[in-house]
């Protein structure tokens, strides 16, 4: 693509995976075109009650959403793809470019949300090239990963090539044989690259990142050792791990059964694109593994990161309708713990110790190795590429520093990098890269339901609720403002010093008193003796002098809830006589 001459800037504006790990999604845009490259999600901390996953705020996109040419994927992992299917609910993309085994993940979940229709699904191979848009030409070059077809992309730009690591580390000796396309890289660093964005996660480890291979021998041992069930988990996505541990049950004669329905989705698309290679009969149902001796079975089973609703917190909880843990098992962890899961995983591990399991677990066991690449393969791309801009990107704030310092070292001058945040606007010229100013950004929740967002609001009433507990009155009042009867009073998740009994009676004298003084800004009577009430403004009134009451009495702050029941209207009818038309409602915050 031939450069132009004016200073028309690239714009590039990470809307995650910056200063945290995981929804990592970036907008490239130049002129009147936006793509849009990877779209993930993250998980909930632990203060995000009810909340299912977490998403970049979208905002920026939703609003240029016509400026929209398409979307470059370059592997199939969660914190990667998993955001599409709801942004698809919002916005359309005309065109998703990325590799075959991510697209046919993500065909499933697009169907499953039923946003199949709002997109067209490409697939690519190593080297093709696709044109987005007048501006926009993006070569996928083969990458090593701990996912199966994983990809870097050089974007051919107006104003240059930029090329995006995506997530990668140089494994010379890949599970499925395909290496890393290092010349392809260096005719790039040849030609001239104008701005690097490389990932940044293991940028404070020393030394090269070794191979996936290098967890055969050790996940040998440990299947040669264990002499009851076998249950190992890992990451449903690590395809090159996955074919290791089915080798493994065919030279040990385990035959395997798939606990977790992401594990089976993965696994069959695997299969199918042929990515694992392995015969039918090395898979059994749950049902059929029973009458196998215990030394002949392996369930592979999700529940690596200690997530909630997967099949191994479930076993760990004894909530798993068919599977118990026994005295004599032995459960595998090939997976190190993420940021912000180490909690929940010691806790599924703890739980099952204490039901007899042999546990095999941590990093001196040699049984897991990592995706990204460390220090020295930092550098070999850097070495490669030779940019002439760098922006250190996938990674927490020390990680993206510590990256930043490593290229330094290689050549590029600190005033030709920036370290950025979500949001932040990169403007990339020829001649300069700056941060120019910031879009909307933050997070998204998507609710356990899946059926809608999480506002700040909602998600700040769940923490008070599960901090301060929940208070709920009912209260029934007449035409005259009077408590037709004592109000009925529920204290849920407080805890004071005060007698409950002693609480209610002073939440029933303090309505009386707001009723007594402040009827009247709320009661009006017209001619003919026709009484109107505001009786939602009422009820905010009292909820909102009851929850500063509370507070006071109870030194904490818990969420107060008035469900107020309103009296039966009084009409005049023909006839002089009076009557009620039922017209009860509740009004409730």
């Not at 005049?572 to 009620?580: L, T």
Request: some cysteine; aromatic content about 4%; overall charge neutral.
């Amino acid at each position: 693509m031939a450069k132009k001459e004016n200073n028309t800037a690239l714009k590039i504006i990470p809307l995650g995976g910056l200063h945290e790990i995981g929804k990592n999604t970036c907008v490239f845009e130049y002129e009147d075109e936006m793509i849009l490259l990877d779209a993930g999600l993250a998980f909930p901390t632990d203060g995000m009650h009810g909340v299912n996953i977490v998403l970049p705020d979208m905002s920026y996109v939703r609003e240029n959403r016509h400026k929209i040419k398409g979307m470059i994927v370059t592997h199939g992992h969660e914190d990667h793809i998993g955001g599409i299917a709801f942004h698809l609910k919002q916005f359309e993309i005309p065109v998703i470019h990325g590799p075959r085994l991510a697209m046919a993940m993500l065909e499933g979940k697009l169907e499953e949300a039923g946003v199949r229709d709002r997109t067209e699904l490409k697939t690519v191979l190593p080297r093709d090239i696709v044109r987005i848009g007048k501006h926009f030409l993006v070569e996928y070059i083969r990458n090593t990963h701990s996912m199966a077809d994983s990809f870097t992309v050089a974007i051919h730009t107006p104003i240059g090539v930029v090329i995006h690591t995506g997530d990668f580390k140089f494994d010379h000796t890949p599970v499925d044989g395909e290496c890393f396309d290092l010349q392809r890289l260096a005719e790039h660093g040849e030609k001239g690259v104008l701005c690097l964005m490389s990932d940044s996660t293991n940028s404070e480890v020393p030394g090269f990142t070794p191979s996936e291979r290098s967890v055969y021998p050790n996940l040998d041992r440990v299947f040669s050792q264990a002499d009851g069930r076998l249950f190992v988990t890992t990451f449903a996505s690590s395809v090159h791990r996955i074919n290791i541990i089915l080798q493994l049950a065919k030279k040990h004669k385990r035959t395997v059964s798939i606990v977790g329905r992401s594990m089976l989705n993965l696994i069959a698309h695997a299969r199918n694109l042929g990515y694992i290679k392995c015969e039918d009969n090395l898979f059994q149902p749950l049902n059929s593994i029973r009458n196998l001796p215990d030394k002949d079975v392996l369930i592979l089973t999700t529940g690596s990161q200690g997530e909630p609703m997967s099949a191994l917190t479930r076993i760990s909880n004894k909530q798993h309708p068919h599977i118990k843990i026994r005295e004599g098992d032995t459960v595998v962890f090939s997976a190190n713990p993420i940021p912000g899961n180490t909690i929940a995983v010691v806790n599924t591990i703890d739980r099952l110790m204490m039901q007899g399991a042999k546990v095999i677990y941590g990093r001196h066991q040699g049984i897991h190795v990592s995706g990204h690449g460390c220090q020295e393969d930092q550098k070999l791309m850097l070495a490669l590429t030779r940019p002439k801009f760098f922006l250190p990107i996938h990674g927490e704030h020390r990680m993206l520093i510590k990256h930043s310092e490593t290229a330094q070292k290689m050549g590029v001058p600190a005033e030709n990098m920036v370290i950025i945040n979500n949001g932040n606007i990169v403007e990339l010229t020829t001649n300069s890269i700056k941060v120019a100013g910031k879009v909307e950004s933050g997070i998204e929740l998507v609710d356990t339901s899946g059926s809608g967002m999480v506002s700040d609001r909602v998600l700040q009433e769940r923490q008070r609720m599960a901090e301060e507990g929940l208070v709920t009155i009912a209260a029934a009042i007449d035409w005259n403002g009077k408590l037709l009867a004592k109000p009925e009073i529920h204290i849920r998740g407080v805890v004071t010093s005060i007698e409950r009994s002693l609480i209610q009676k002073r939440i029933k004298q303090r309505i009386e008193e707001i009723l007594g003084v402040r009827w009247s800004e709320f009661s009006q009577t017209f001619d003919g003796g026709k009484v109107e009430v505001d009786w939602s403004g009422l009820q905010g009134l009292i909820e909102r002098d009851l929850a500063r009451f509370l507070r006071r009495e109870l030194k904490c702050q818990p969420s107060v809830t008035l469900l107020l029941q309103t009296p039966e209207e009084p009409v005049k009818v023909s006839d002089g006589r009076r009557r009620r038309t039922r017209t009860t409602a509740q009004v409730a915050s």
